[in-house]
């Protein structure tokens, strides 16, 4: 029998954690649990991250069963919807605004023909651009605590971002002849055991 493991604030979880779910069902149960936790006054209420919760879950579900042609929307609709719930959490966005006004993706792929599907193009739009509010952007912002660097909208194409993506570079060398490349990442991790700079750093020092 599959198990729940939630970790209120604060909560020191266990060295190893086990459960008979798949790792997938599992994330999911966990998603599904924060309806019944006690939620800080900060964060968006639960029962209004809840419904996008529950559409994300069963959009993922319904893809995972899907011809490959229909899941990615289906994925991606998903997504969408968790990366709403987030925004709702994090006192982004309200549940009542996402419900009674139209708040964007913030991405748009109008009609093209372009030679190869690697050459086509979309937009992506600020978190507020001609008076709507958009999800793309403003989860950019919260999840990077940066403010979105650009004032209009930015043109993408898709070979930009699709050599970076190792799922299927062996595809893209293939047919496009299009090298994976690698995003090089560094991360400083520190344990909060005293209330000093990281490795003797002064707050100025860091990058």
């Known amino acids: 029998m599959g198990f729940l493991v939630h970790l209120p604030l604060g909560a020191k979880h266990p060295r190893t954690l086990r459960t008979t779910n798949t790792l ?5 149960q966990e998603l599904v649990m924060l309806r019944h936790l006690k939620i800080p006054a900060s964060h968006g209420a ?14 993922f579900f319904d893809a995972s069963r899907s011809n490959w042609r229909s899941a990615g929307l289906l994925y991606y609709y998903s997504f969408l919807n968790l990366a709403k719930a987030y925004l709702i959490w994090k006192n982004r966005f309200t549940a009542a605004a996402l419900s009674a006004s139209p708040i964007y993706h913030g ?23 001609g008076g709507r509010k958009n ?25 930009w971002i699709a050599s970076r993506c190792s799922d299927i570079a062996s595809e893209l060398d293939s047919l496009y ?11 400083l991790m520190c344990p909060p055991k005293e209330k000093k700079e990281p490795w ?8």
């Open 107 to 129: 991405l748009n792929a109008e009609s093209q023909r372009p030679a190869e599907l690697i050459d086509f193009e979309f937009k992506i739009y600020p978190p507020n651009h």
């Open 135 to 159: 999800v793309f952007s403003t989860l950019y912002e919260e999840m990077t605590e940066k403010t979105w660097p650009f004032n209009t909208e930015v043109s993408v194409k898709l070979s």
């Open 24 to 28: 997938v069902s599992q994330l999911w």
């Open 177 to 187: 002849n299009l090298e994976h490349k690698i995003i090089y990442i560094q991360s």
């Open 46 to 59: 639960p029962g209004e991250v809840a419904p996008w919760i529950d559409q994300g879950r069963t959009y």
């Open 200 to 207: 003797g750093l002064a707050p100025t020092d860091r990058s």
